[in-house]
Nanobody, 121 residues
C-alpha cells in the first residue's frame, strides 16, 4: 500500500522560504503526475502545483506562479515544492498526491498527514 509522507513545513515570516518534500513508499511515483495540494483553515483542499512524470509539463495555480517551484526526483521517489516569497495567505496544511492533470490517475491515493505551513505577517 502506498504511503505519502510530507515534510519541511514550519513557521516562517512573510517573504521567507520553505522547501517541502514528499516521499512515497510502497509504489513508485515515476510514472505518475504528482501534485501538491493545500487546505487552508475553513477551506477545501485545492491543488497548488502539479508535475507530469517526466517533469516536462507543470501546472501552478495563479496565486503561486512565480513564487513556487515544483520538482521531482524519480530515483528518490520524491517530489518537492520550493516556496519563496511566502505570504500569510499561503498558510495551510500541504499535502502531496497523484493528480489527474496531464493524463494522471482520476483516483487519488490515500492522503498522508500533510505538513503545516504557517506564514506570519
Amino acid at each position: 500500500q502506498v504511503q505519502l509522507v510530507e515534510s519541511g513545513g514550519g513557521l516562517v515570516q512573510a517573504g521567507g522560504s520553505l522547501r517541502l518534500s514528499c516521499a512515497a513508499s510502497g509504489r513508485t511515483v515515476s510514472s505518475y503526475t504528482m501534485g501538491w495540494f493545500r487546505r487552508a483553515p475553513g477551506k477545501e483542499r485545492d491543488i497548488v502545483a502539479a508535475i507530469n512524470w517526466s517533469g516536462g509539463r507543470i501546472y501552478y495555480r495563479d496565486s503561486v506562479k512565480g513564487r513556487f517551484t515544483i520538482s521531482r526526483d524519480n530515483a528518490k521517489n520524491t517530489v518537492y515544492l520550493q516556496m519563496n516569497s511566502l505570504k500569510p495567505e499561503d498558510t495551510a496544511v500541504y499535502y502531496c498526491n497523484v493528480s489527474p492533470l496531464f493524463g494522471g490517475p482520476a483516483i487519488l491515493w490515500t492522503w498522508g498527514q500533510g505538513t503545516q505551513v504557517t506564514v506570519s505577517s
